[in-house]
């Protein structure tokens, strides 16, 4: 049996708003005033959050993983670096995955190492650093060039690197990013660097880029079918670098809810579909912006694909193809084992809050996967 | 789709190493046609009618489809020095030099570089310049089929729109899908304007008309007022039942403004 670590995940939803704006704002994102944004009810949010993430710690997750939107009632966190700070402090086993710092978005690459090697520092070496290239709409809400999206994310990613490895000072001219000195004092604890990850859903330019790098690749919660697809597009393009894939290297985002009985977790798993799929309604243009792919028709039609409303499958059918888990202890351990073993991912990252759901009944699910089902999933 | 039909030929011209594709016919005085944000759309009314007193020749601005992109363009002003060699190297000279949307913003940084081979030059619904009260809308994160519908004062009355957009746009891929992109390479930030031109524009010394539709909803007329109050001895006129892309909707009214300007 292979080793999984298991990590807690919430997008720390805003729940405060009005349902009924969906009405006029069917995609929730860029154009959706902020007027409906409450910062009483976001302070408590976050605390709640921050809380829950306590939970995790102490109930026995491996990691906790963070992340990171913009103009996005359905992630509070505009900064991931912040989460990531706070949980630095407040939990002490857990590692940090943050999945990820949207690089392209990035107008200082630099900082970021430095405030990256902050967060591995206080949390004495406990920063999984994800890097991702961000949706669409993270580019508009940033204001940086969707065009430049994948030379960003490319150059941004080896500026973090030569900042985390080679000894300053040096000089950095690149085609987007220009310094005259790199030298921070401010560098991480694990050497030579912390472990980085790398979470797509189906474009295969970045499984490639992930697999040359050696660099764990998470899906986040594509259909498994297609999941596969991606996985086997790593394993052949390790075996052209001339290593061998293992489980370490393969990660997958699912979204499970466990409470005491069936009928409790059955009610509250619908709170995944709290958005009604409004991620899936967003404007091509915000979604995949010219540019921000390869003027590639079949690319862009597959990351649609996979962006369609959640809420189109029945809630029944989202379970059967494990789009969706939720049950008792022992009806998910069973399932989460299946899918663990037939994608033989090294990471799970357990989607285990959203929406509505309450801190009890989510405190519940937490303890109820700290004393029943991680163990159960570790011992087979 | 059926092409206006007036006899053209297609051609590549030398730009440095770059080969750049030139629909040309007509005859008279040369008429360098720059294309806009809608990227190429091919042969157009508007470049029939113009034939009629100029040779067109009516680019595929690199990195719209057509022509590849020089990795050294990823500006407006790159665009305009692009031209200006393009000018040169063909020797053309008395080059009436019409820019439309954003084609409009790469002739005024043309003219503002040099206005040695140019005749007269003509703006129409030009970007380039902020405006100071209203916005230029933002075509880049509008759905493509609205922003055509927006161009257009009324899409039903134009035959252009209905050979053209008559059916719906594919919403990926193609030369459009390149053209977007290059456009937001160029003018994603700031959005579809350079803050320095203004002050450029009293440099340029050529006979200029500026040209607006009355209904444009895509760029303000204030920055036609802009471009007249900037380029010395400028003129503004505006078209009626028109919307931004001109070219499109008014072809005859154009061509006629136009042809009307350089004549003098």
């Known amino acids: ?380 | 789709m059926t092409t206006p039909a007036h006899p053209f030929t297609e051609q590549r011209l030398s730009v440095g190493p770059a080969q750049l594709l030139v629909r040309r016919t007509g005859s008279g005085g040369p008429a360098l046609v720059l294309h806009g944000e809608e990227g190429d759309e091919g042969w157009l009314a508007f470049h029939s009618a113009l034939a009629a007193s100029h040779e067109v020749l009516a680019p595929s601005h690199p990195g719209y489809g057509s022509t590849e992109c020089p990795e050294w363009i990823s500006e407006v002003r790159h665009q305009a020095a692009f031209y200006q060699w393009f000018l040169q190297q063909h020797d053309l000279r008395g080059v009436d030099l019409i820019g439309v949307g954003l084609g409009g913003w790469i002739a005024a940084a043309m003219a503002v570089m040099s206005t040695e081979r140019l005749a007269h030059l003509v703006l129409v619904g030009a970007m380039g310049v902020k405006p100071e009260r209203g916005e230029i809308f933002d075509i880049f994160i509008t759905p493509w089929q609205q922003v055509i519908d927006r161009s257009f004062h009324d899409p039903k009355a134009s035959p252009e729109y209905q050979r053209l957009y008559g059916t719906p746009v594919p919403e990926f891929g193609g030369a459009r899908e390149a053209g977007k992109t290059m456009s937001i390479r160029m003018a994603f930030r700031p959005y579809m304007y350079d803050p320095v031109l203004p002050g450029m524009l009293g440099k340029v010394q050529v006979p200029t008309l500026v040209v607006w539709g009355d209904d444009d909803r895509i760029t303000p007329i204030e920055c036609g007022e802009i471009y007249r109050q900037g380029i010395p001895g400028a003129q503004l006129r505006t078209l009626p039942r028109c919307g931004h892309w001109a070219h499109m909707e008014q072809p005859d009214a154009l061509a006629a403004v136009i042809r009307d300007f350089t004549a003098r």
């Open chain 1, 1 to 380: 049996m292979f080793k999984t670590d298991y990590y807690y995940f919430s997008e720390q939803p805003y729940t405060a708003y009005d349902p009924a704006i969906q009405a006029e704002h069917p995609s929730l994102r860029l154009l959706t005033p902020n007027s409906n944004f409450d910062p009483q009810a976001a302070s408590e949010l976050f605390s709640r959050y921050h809380d829950e993430y306590q939970i995790a710690d102490e109930s026995g997750f491996d990691g906790i993983m963070i992340n990171e939107h913009h103009t996005a009632p359905f992630c509070m966190q505009a900064s991931i670096n912040i989460t990531g700070a706070v949980l630095a402090k407040i939990t002490k086993r857990a590692k940090i995955l943050m999945l990820g710092a949207p690089l392209p978005v990035v107008e200082n690459p630099l900082r970021l190492a430095e405030e990256l090697g902050m967060i591995d520092c206080i949390s004495k070496g406990r920063l999984i650093s994800g890097f991702v290239r961000g949706g669409g709409v993270e580019s508009l809400a940033n204001n940086v060039n969707p065009a430049y999206n994948r030379e960003r994310f490319e150059e941004a990613h080896d500026l973090i690197i030569a900042t985390w490895t080679k000894p300053g000072p040096f000089r950095w001219e690149g085609k987007h990013f220009q310094y005259r000195v790199v030298n921070p004092w401010s560098l991480p604890l694990q050497k030579p660097h912390p472990l980085i990850m790398v979470p797509g859903t189906a474009s295969p330019e970045t499984v490639v880029w992930a697999a040359r790098h050696r660099y764990p690749y998470v899906v986040l919660g594509s259909f498994l079918e297609q999941t596969q697809e991606l996985i086997e597009i790593y394993r052949e393009t390790a075996a052209e670098e001339g290593y061998e894939m293992g489980p370490q290297h393969i990660g997958y985002l699912i979204r499970v809810f466990v409470a005491d009985t069936e009928e409790k977790a059955q009610q509250e798993g619908m709170n995944f579909f709290w958005q009604k799929g409004s991620l899936g309604k967003q404007p091509r243009e915000w979604m995949a912006p010219p540019g921000y792919a390869t003027v590639d028709v079949a690319g862009i039609r597959r990351l649609r694909a996979v962006s369609k409303p959640f809420d189109t499958l029945a809630y029944q059918e989202a379970q059967d193809n494990y789009q969706v888990v939720v049950g008792t202890p022992d009806t998910v351990t069973e399932k989460l084992r299946y899918v663990r073993d037939l994608l033989g991912v090294g990471h799970m990252c357990l989607w285990a809050m959203d929406g509505y759901m309450s801190h009890k009944d989510t405190a519940r699910c937490i303890e109820l996967f700290g004393k029943e089902v991680l163990p159960a999933l570790r011992a087979r």
